[in-house]
């Protein structure tokens, strides 16, 4: 069996790794391709490394665009690399724009697609994710869920369930590896209570008046405690272009994952638009207030520690006040997220 994996942008990186690992542990041939979609260092090569992954063995190189040239270039430039290397099954994973195109590609070079992560559902279709978990899951040959909420969507919209694979959370998988090392982080002129920020939905920051609107809840909060700002490229660049001044929040550059995992864990708070990190944080114990109206990670609403505020600053501002007066959200980590879920896509994939 030889197993080809795509992964392109930040979030992809940590599902893969696990995957890898539990692959060449079981002796599988593997090729692993990225498709540059994410092309900084600190938001691709410093995963790469913390995560122990291989090398790439290609490169595509694509970059940004819209989301129709991107989408494009990735299909363009992967159908050769598939076509060279003749991979048996490929795995797509998350719900960026290199999952679906993946997973157009192969399925029209009738290649088995394997959807790590699939099944999620915001409802939302003004989300480029949703369109992607949507296209992805429709193709894929094998669907690998992380919370029964998946297998019910997928039932709901008529996948047959020998292709659903409950598996548990393979995001996690990797939080449970490298939590030890996040653990020896030094604190370095921490505050002994900060909220942690991240931000760089496009519904959030590419409209001025949600971005201003977002940046000034964060200003009032950050009267009540500091508050750290890892800035994603896409928001530095849209707080340049609006010319909002946020000198009062911690901004600093995207942290790697050791690091932000770090972060995380000693936060008051984590006010976040992020949809891992409302994963982590549920994990973690850490109170997470999501910057979103809805979310396809139900769990960790329901479970978790997790809050729903969309752009409501009086919401913000109240649950940030239950959580300075020590009455935060407490909650328990869902069934199967235990740091075995890759395990359980190797044994699948190895039983086809
Ligand atoms: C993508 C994913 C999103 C995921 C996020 C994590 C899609 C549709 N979106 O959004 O689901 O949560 O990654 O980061 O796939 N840029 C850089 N350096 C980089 C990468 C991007 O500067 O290494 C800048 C570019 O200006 C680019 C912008 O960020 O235009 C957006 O990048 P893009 O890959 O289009 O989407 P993300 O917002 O990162």
């Known amino acids: ?71 494009a270039e990735i299909m363009v430039r992967l159908e050769p690399t598939v076509l060279e290397t003749k991979p048996d099954l490929v795995l797509v994973y998350g719900d960026v724009n290199s999952t679906m195109a993946a997973a157009l590609v192969c399925s029209k070079l009738l290649v088995r697609v394997g959807h790590v992560e699939a099944g999620l559902r915001s409802f939302d279709r003004t989300m480029p994710e949703e369109i992607n978990r949507m296209v992805t899951d429709r193709l894929a040959d094998l669907l690998f869920t992380p919370s029964e909420d998946g297998d019910r969507n997928l039932k709901n919209e008529g996948v047959a369930p020998k292709k659903i694979h409950l598996v548990g959370n393979v995001m996690i ?137 969309g752009q409501d600053r009086a919401k913000l501002r109240s649950e940030l006040t239950k959580i300075c007066d020590g009455h935060a959200k407490t909650g328990a980590i869902p069934p199967l997220w235990d740091g075995h879920a890759a395990d359980r896509i190797a044994d699948v994939l190895l039983r086809l």
């Open 1 to 71: 069996m030889h197993i080809l994996h795509v992964v392109g942008a930040r979030p992809n990186f940590m599902k893969a790794a696990p995957v890898l690992r539990a692959l060449a542990a079981r002796g599988t041939s593997q090729t692993l391709v990225h498709t540059g979609q994410h092309y900084d260092v600190s938001m691709s090569d410093v995963f790469f490394q913390q995560l122990g992954m291989p090398e790439s063995d290609f490169n595509l190189a694509v970059g940004s665009g819209s989301h129709a040239k991107q989408t």
């Open 173 to 309: 998988d990797s939080l449970v590896h490298l939590l030890p090392e996040a653990m020896k982080v030094p604190r370095n002129g921490l505050p002994e209570r900060y909220a942690l920020v991240t931000l760089h939905r496009p519904s959030n920051v590419d409209d001025s008046e949600s971005l201003k609107s977002i940046l000034a809840s964060l200003l009032e909060a950050s009267e009540r405690m500091t508050v750290i700002f890892p800035v994603h490229p896409r928001t530095r660049q849209r707080i340049a272009d609006f010319g909002i001044n946020a000198e009062k929040l911690r901004l600093i550059e995207p942290a790697p994952y050791i690091e932000f995992l770090a972060l995380q864990r000693g936060a008051a708070v984590v006010i976040t638009d992020s949809g891992g990190i409302q994963e982590e944080t549920t994990y973690l114990g850490v109170p997470c207030l999501t910057l979103r109206s809805n979310t396809e990670r139900p769990a960790t609403v329901t479970m978790g520690t997790n809050v729903l505020v």
